[in-house]
């Protein structure tokens, strides 16, 4: 097989901040846009020879970058496809691009009656993001309906493909979240079972919005909508017009720790090892710090203390420093440390 070259740009200059929801990052002097798996594969490969740093970005909703920018280069990961097997007995199979935009698969996925990720309806993002972080929301995650993961192993130099079983998949991670850099996803195959109505709903707030109980199931239409319209109100649905939405969604992953840490009052979730997950959000607010506290620079979100929010004239270093002032105070108030969730690139908490 004939590999192409990696399409790169030449002779400008782009802005990481122009590759981000946050609309925060400096330079990048070497980018390539990779629109096909061919030239992903041989944009990573050609760089690891040359000993040459990557940076991987899909839709950039999930990194901060350091207002230096990235010294190395850039892949943009655009390699689209929808592969459709499937029989009304025993479910779709469907296998997705990792360039292939989220939120456009929930979709794709609600219309055709795949059954399993209505509820992630509305996350930013590429598909082959998703296996990363095990995205999850309102009572989902990815790993529930995942197949298998077809990458690129740049320390074997080899295609690799691994069954869900093998992926490692926890709380808003995987094994190629806990092997940071060794792999680059160029696929995801999903299996779904098939029918207009939904998974079971196991998150409180959005039964309350479809009017059912825990655990009932509901059409996938309404609970996409249902979705879609508690994310609009957190300002978690990128709008360019809405700084609120100038985020990485939630800063900070909800807290897995022994249930003697949970303090009095803050929502708790057993978890089968025993430990407690609690809300980052509660902690936040509890710690004191309020829904859109900040500056005129970098904020809370207005409508969600989980979102840290560029508010159009800020910096890497302005939002880190507010995350920073947020981490320390819920440390001192309540002795647990919250953990960023997005990416850090270049820089740190």
């Not at 399409?7 to 400096?26: F, N, S």
């Not at 059912?212 to 300002?235: D, H, M, N």
């Not at 710690?287 to 969600?304: C, E, Q």
Request: aromatic content about 6%; glycine content about 12%.
């Amino acid at each position: 097989m004939t590999v192409p070259a990696p399409r790169e740009a030449a002779d400008r200059q782009v802005e990481l901040a122009d590759l981000t929801t946050l609309r925060l990052g400096g330079p990048a002097t070497d980018l390539v846009e990779a629109d096909d798996e061919a030239t992903l594969v041989e944009a990573v490969r050609s760089a690891d020879e040359a000993d040459t740093p990557v940076l991987l970005v899909g839709g950039g909703s999930n990194l901060v970058v350091a207002d230096e920018g990235f010294r190395g280069r850039v892949v943009v990961v655009a390699n689209k496809g929808v592969r459709i097997e499937g029989d009304t007995c025993g479910g779709a199979y469907v296998e997705v691009g990792a360039g292939e935009t989220w939120d456009g698969v929930v979709a794709a996925a609600v219309e055709n009656e795949w059954v399993g990720i209505e509820a992630l309806s509305g996350i930013p993002g590429t598909a082959g993001a998703t296996p990363i972080q095990n995205v999850g929301a309102y009572g989902q995650e990815v790993a529930q309906t995942l197949a298998q993961v077809r990458t690129w192993d740049r320390s074997d130099r080899q295609i690799r493909t691994f069954a869900a079983a093998d992926c490692g998949f926890g709380y808003r991670t995987s094994r190629f979240k806990e092997q940071p850099g060794r792999y680059v996803v160029l696929s995801a195959t999903f299996q779904f079972r098939l029918g207009d109505l939904g998974a079971p709903v196991q998150y409180a707030e959005l039964a309350d919005a479809l009017g059912v109980e825990t655990g009932q199931r509901a059409p996938s239409r309404e609970v996409r909508e249902a979705v879609l319209a508690l994310r609009r109100r957190k300002g978690m649905v990128l709008d360019p017009e809405d700084h609120d939405t100038w985020s990485t969604g939630s800063f900070f992953t909800n807290p897995v720790v022994p249930a003697g840490l949970v303090p009095a009052g803050a929502p708790t979730w057993p978890q089968p090892d025993g430990l407690v997950k609690t809300s980052a959000a509660w902690l936040i607010e509890h710690a004191g710090f309020t829904k859109g506290y900040g500056n005129d620079r970098v904020r809370l979100s207005s409508r969600h203390t989980l979102a840290v929010t560029n508010r159009g004239g800020a910096t890497t270093e302005d939002l880190l420093a507010l995350a920073r002032e947020l981490q320390a105070g819920v440390r001192q108030r309540f002795g647990i440390t919250l953990v960023n969730e997005p990416v850090l690139v270049g820089c740190r908490l």
